[in-house]
């Protein structure tokens, strides 16, 4: 995986999702690459769209509830605590969904990192 993606999202994770994030680009990329808070009117069909293509990659069990988690913000439904502590991160490309993340922090001092994940047609760009 990309060092810089790892970094960002770590920075993200660490920092906080609340602020509208610029990727790095390349003198080859023209375009706008951001990174936004999710926001389901815009962004819910395009990561449940991404589960549905890349489901076999993206998780391990298919009863996991992609829908429950973008609802609830939460990574599963066997941890209640954690309901509302999952953060969504969408990357955008000229204001259109290109990618997304997903992390929480379990303390102070532990997250996770749930999904990186970008979409197909936008792969090789490195965002």
Request: net charge neutral; proline share 4%.
């Amino acid at each position: 995986m990309n060092k810089k993606v790892v970094a960002l999202v770590l920075s993200i994770a660490l920092v906080g999702g609340g602020s509208y994030w610029y990727l790095h680009k390349t003198p080859q990329q023209q375009e706008e690459v951001t990174i936004v808070n999710y926001v389901p009117e815009k962004h819910k069909s395009f990561i449940v769209g991404q589960f549905k293509e890349n489901w076999y990659w993206l998780i391990s069990s298919a009863d996991y509830d992609v829908h429950y988690a973008l609802d609830t913000h939460s990574p599963n439904t066997y941890e209640p605590q954690l309901k509302g502590k999952m953060d969504i991160v969408v990357i955008e490309e000229d204001g259109k969904p290109a990618g997304f993340a997903t992390y929480y922090m379990r303390n102070t001092f532990t997250g996770d990192i749930l999904f990186i994940e970008v979409a197909k047609e936008f792969r090789g760009k490195r965002l």
